[in-house]
């Protein structure tokens, strides 16, 4: 059973930065898709960024609202996903998860494909 822990999260002005990480648990292959979503109030969960990790390639997906602004990487050897965010934007506060899924990122940005998922880490971004 994959368990998957996020932490970083907490609160920013605007234009500021912040990181996350997830740590994942309890699987272990070099076929593999993680990826960030986030979910505000009155709003559905939203994918962010996903990444896919082969065992010569990986290939990573952005949301067309941070594009150019967050960077999703991974440390292989720590089983861990990292979600860089530079000049945050007060829309960018949400709920953050991390998630999971054996194999490929199918859809790339799309919950539905990925069956474990984190507790969730708050973004909340200031005016």
């Known amino acids: 059973q994959v368990q998957l822990v996020e932490s970083g999260g907490g609160s920013v002005q605007a234009g500021g930065s912040l990181r996350l990480s997830c740590a994942a648990s309890?699987?272990?292959?070099?076929?593999?898709?993680m990826g960030w979503f986030r979910q505000a109030p009155g709003k559905e969960r939203e994918g962010v960024a996903t990444?896919?990790?082969?065992?010569?390639?990986?290939?990573?997906y952005y949301a067309g609202s941070v594009r150019g602004r967050f960077t999703i990487s991974q440390d292989n050897a720590k089983n861990t996903v990292f979600l860089q965010m530079n000049s945050l934007k007060p829309e960018d506060t949400a709920m953050y998860y991390c998630?999971?899924?054996?194999?490929?990122?199918?859809?790339?940005?799309?919950?539905?494909?990925?069956?474990?998922w984190g507790q969730g880490t708050q973004v909340t971004v200031s005016s």
């Open positions: 309890g699987y272990t292959s070099s076929t593999y898709c």
């Open positions: 998630a999971f899924q054996r194999g490929y990122c199918y859809p790339a940005l799309a919950p539905s494909g990925f069956n474990y």
């Open positions: 990444i896919y990790t082969g065992t010569a390639a990986s290939t990573t």
